[in-house]
């Protein structure tokens, strides 16, 4: 076996799973009221961008060879309804119309959908008396998406786990003339302890309880196989396994089961792991972070979000 192990040349000739700069997604956080951007404390390396500055940013990454990014947006006003999530003068919308109007065929614009930046109380939709209303968060996710679609956006990302979501959205955008909007769903999102450094950084935590009503069980795999079947039945153009790391065979059964494009999330407690374990010198980052990423993508993921997607790609070359 050692034989085509020999040198370098030979081994990367035998490579059976190859890591490419266009598998990387690169999430951006885009705060209304900057004017400068600002670190993310619990995410070294990243940063809340500035409505100014997300063009500088794109350029950065496209240079790179990382031609796709994913939106969260931070409100400047935040309500029980999460209002601002589909106005049209909204952070996100104004961040698609500029990276469209910019990069128009150069780069993959994704935007989250989801309510959970946007409402007072932090979760992912309408509330209650104490519960996430599911229909009536479906009538706003489907709004969100629309205005999404209004300003160009290539791809939705429903994330907010609603039983039907894909469906609304799919037939929310198709009421409006927006057919060629595609949905990569958030089809198995599970309730994890490696959200927390995000939930710093878009300022999303919940105010009350936590999301396990609605988000999965990590301990049901099988379930996991339903929701993406659900999902694909409802419209899905994509499906994706959030988090990436602890649910490689959760990756890997959706694909084998689904032969569907498959995304992953590599979320932010698992990058910032990484960083911190780089940090005190315990480990190579530069090695780690390549490791990790061809493991996610050997699991089955055709395409990998990752806040490690600028460096990567570096390292990638």
């Not at 990387?24 to 670190?39: A, K, R, Y």
């Not at 490696?194 to 710093?200: D, L, Q």
């Not at 999330?265 to 190579?284: F, H, L, P, Q, T």
Request: net charge negative; charged share 30%.
């Amino acid at each position: 076996m050692r034989r085509l192990r020999k040198t370098p040349v030979i081994r990367e000739l035998v490579r059976e799973v190859q890591l490419q700069r266009s598998d990387l997604i690169q999430p951006l956080f885009v705060e209304e009221d900057l004017t400068s951007d600002v670190p993310v404390s619990t995410m070294p390396g990243q940063r809340r961008l500035s409505p100014s500055s997300v063009v500088r940013e794109a350029n950065t990454l496209i240079e790179k060879g990382v031609k796709s990014v994913i939106l969260f947006g931070i409100p400047r006003i935040k309500d029980e309804n999460g209002s601002h999530a589909d106005a049209a003068d909204g952070v996100v919308q104004r961040t698609i119309r500029q990276l469209k109007n910019e990069f128009d065929g150069e780069l993959v614009v994704m935007a989250d959908v989801c309510m959970c930046q946007y409402t007072s109380h932090g979760h992912c939709g309408i509330v209650r008396d104490g519960q996430i209303d599911n229909d009536e968060t479906l009538k706003r996710l489907a709004s969100i998406a629309v205005s999404y679609a209004r300003e160009g956006v290539d791809i939705v990302g429903p994330s907010a786990m609603i039983d039907g979501q894909v469906k609304t959205i799919r037939q929310g955008l198709d009421d409006q003339g927006f057919k060629e909007t595609a949905i990569m769903a958030y089809a198995a999102k599970h309730a994890s302890s490696f959200f927390g450094p995000f939930r710093e950084a878009a300022f999303s935590k919940p105010e009350f309880g936590d999301r396990r009503t609605y988000q999965m069980d990590y301990s049901n795999p099988d379930e996991a196989l339903r929701e993406a079947a659900l999902d694909i039945q409802e419209g899905a153009d994509i499906v994706m396994v959030k988090p990436a790391l602890a649910y490689l065979d959760i990756i890997r059964r959706v694909k084998d089961r689904f032969s569907m494009p498959t995304a992953a999330y590599n979320v932010s407690g698992e990058y910032s792991m990484v960083k911190a374990a780089a940090r005190e010198g315990w480990i190579d980052e530069k090695s780690a972070v390549l490791e990790i990423l061809t493991g996610i993508k050997r699991a089955g993921a055709d395409m990998i979000l990752t806040y490690h997607a600028k460096e990567a790609a570096e390292w990638l070359g």
